[in-house]
């Protein structure tokens, strides 16, 4: 590496290790910062070692356990970090998109299970877990200003009581326990839909990055043009037509979770990426220092994308699918032409 490279590099191994102290710091935050740290965690590995990510994983697990007990975030993190590992100790024995797919199956797979012997262990559904462990993140200083900021708006029909003072012993938690509750209201029938969108969201943006990583790096093991990947009208046929045929059984409420999860991982991830490949598309259509400029703003996207990633999904995916559609791409070759 040359000097600029491993000052770089330096940095995102400084910024990968401040967001995993911030993740144990506050569990409940970790739901938004794990995916940037994972990202920057299988880059590392595909430039050094595969088997950093199996530390990491490790070491991550064991500062969960050591500083919050066990918890549900902290783990199913660790989890996907050591998943990841596995995969990328054969990701140069595989072609770029089947290695994304491998990794988006694998973490989806791995959050579902994790969330899921949670279940098993507590004998609960999915959503009560999920609840259950917002509420054992009394220590979390996010979740105390979270929770009591909700709880201030309450009232007594909201309740069922009068709602009690920041004086008052079981203020902070009572306020918790309710703002525990409000999440699970909120998730209901979608747990898993959350739980596999951000599976599948981290596990497919990891080595989406990395090849984007590599190729701004013009390193010679990139065995990809992020910019070319693109899904062509094929998979509207194999793929889209028969899911939105599927979505008819959604009509039945209680097929309605499923449909919805099968559509997210189907068509909103795959379209997704296509989208972030659209933008990565764009911004190299500029030169000289606007092209530095719109590279910058790309990766400011996709560090939002990646912690608000329910509504980037939603966002890149309809880019996604009309790029497929009308091959975007081309029309701008045109219109700059």
């Not at 993740?23 to 430039?47: D, K, N, T």
């Not at 326990?177 to 596999?196: D, F, K, P, Q």
């Not at 094929?234 to 099968?262: H, N």
Request: net charge positive; with cysteine.
């Amino acid at each position: 590496m040359t000097r600029s490279e491993k000052t770089i590099f330096a940095g995102f191994g400084a910024a990968t290790v401040g967001l995993l102290a911030l993740c144990v710091f506050s569990p409940f935050l970790s739901i938004a910062l794990f995916p940037v740290a994972v990202v920057l965690l299988y880059y590392a590995g595909a430039r050094t070692k595969w088997w950093l990510l199996l530390l990491a994983g490790a070491l991550y697990a064991g500062a969960g356990l050591l500083f919050r007990g066990v918890n549900l975030f902290l783990l199913t993190g660790a989890v996907l970090t050591l998943s990841l590992g596995a995969v990328a100790a054969f990701r140069k024995k595989l072609p770029p998109l089947a290695e994304s797919a491998i990794c988006a199956g694998v973490c989806l797979l791995v959050t579902c299970a994790t969330v899921g012997v949670f279940a098993l262990v507590f004998r609960t559904g999915l959503t009560n877990v999920i609840t259950r462990a917002i509420a054992k993140c009394d220590t979390d200083p996010v979740t105390a200003f979270l929770s009591q900021r909700f709880y201030r708006k309450q009232t007594e029909e909201s309740l069922g009581h009068l709602p009690l003072t920041k004086g008052d012993e079981l203020y902070a938690s009572e306020a918790l326990t309710e703002y525990a509750h409000s999440i699970g209201r909120l998730l209901e029938n979608e747990t898993l839909w959350y739980v596999s969108g951000f599976g599948a969201f981290v596990g497919i943006l990891s080595p989406f990055c990395t090849f984007a990583f590599l190729q701004a790096g013009k390193r010679g093991d990139v065995a990809v043009r992020v910019e070319t990947l693109r899904l062509g009208h094929g998979y509207l046929k194999a793929v889209v037509l028969p899911v939105l045929v599927f979505s008819l059984l959604g009509f039945y409420e209680p097929l309605s979770s499923a449909v919805r999860t099968v559509f997210n991982v189907f068509i909103t991830i795959p379209t997704a990426f296509c989208g972030i490949s659209l933008l990565f598309y764009v911004a190299k259509l500029f030169h000289g220092k606007a092209r530095i400029a719109s590279i910058v703003v790309f990766w400011l996207l996709m560090a939002t994308a990646a912690v608000f990633w329910e509504w980037g999904l939603i966002v890149l995916g309809f880019l996604g699918i009309a790029d497929i559609i009308i091959n975007v791409r081309k029309l701008l070759d045109w219109a700059l032409s």
